[in-house]
């Protein structure tokens, strides 16, 4: 008898050292699963609350150039490079936006991309209008929207004068905010 209890228990000792029992199995299974989900939760959360950081590192203060380069009372077209450029941009890289000038120090500079869809807006100095081509929108000289389907006016980069230069605060996606009242 002392044999099969010994042979019993070294079987069952075997058992359970050699591998995982299904029960094991299954509740590491689910505590993986239920920490996949609790991960595609939390992220997004933390992105949130994280923003702030985040946006604050994509915007960067460009020169357009000399500040004497814009006439008082004009609007001009003006081209800055990508802050966030990568070697195989070429060309895209470029980003063009509408400088107006109000009077000595005080400067308008607007994305040239429509609210609606992102379509490139044209200045028409006649008019004094930006017109969109794709569907008819338009915005008043000091960018608000006018008619036709745009919800908003056009984006406004913030901008500054030093030293004779004139600054925009760029970086961001000019679409993906609204602009400021």
Known sequence: MATS??????GEDSY???????RGF??????????????????PIVGYLLSPLRRAAFLKWISLGP?????????RLAVYKN??????????????????????????VFSTNCSHLGCPVRWFPESELFMCPCHG????????????????????????????????NAGEMPLMTLPKP
């Open 5 to 10: 209890e010994s042979s019993q228990t070294t």
């Open 16 to 22: 359970r050292g050699a591998s995982t029992s299904r």
């Open 26 to 43: 299954l509740f590491r299974v689910a505590l993986l699963l239920n920490l996949l989900l609790l991960a595609a939760f939390a992220l």
């Open 67 to 75: 500040a004497t380069a814009f006439p008082e009372n004009q609007t």
């Open 83 to 108: 802050p966030f450029r990568q070697p195989t941009d070429g060309g895209s890289a470029d980003i063009p936006c509408w400088v107006r000038r109000l009077t000595s120090d005080s400067f308008q």
């Open 137 to 168: 929108g338009t915005f008043h000289a000091d960018g608000a929207r006018a008619s036709g389907p745009p919800p908003r006016g056009l984006y406004v980069y913030p901008s500054k004068v030093e030293n004779g230069e004139l600054w925009i």
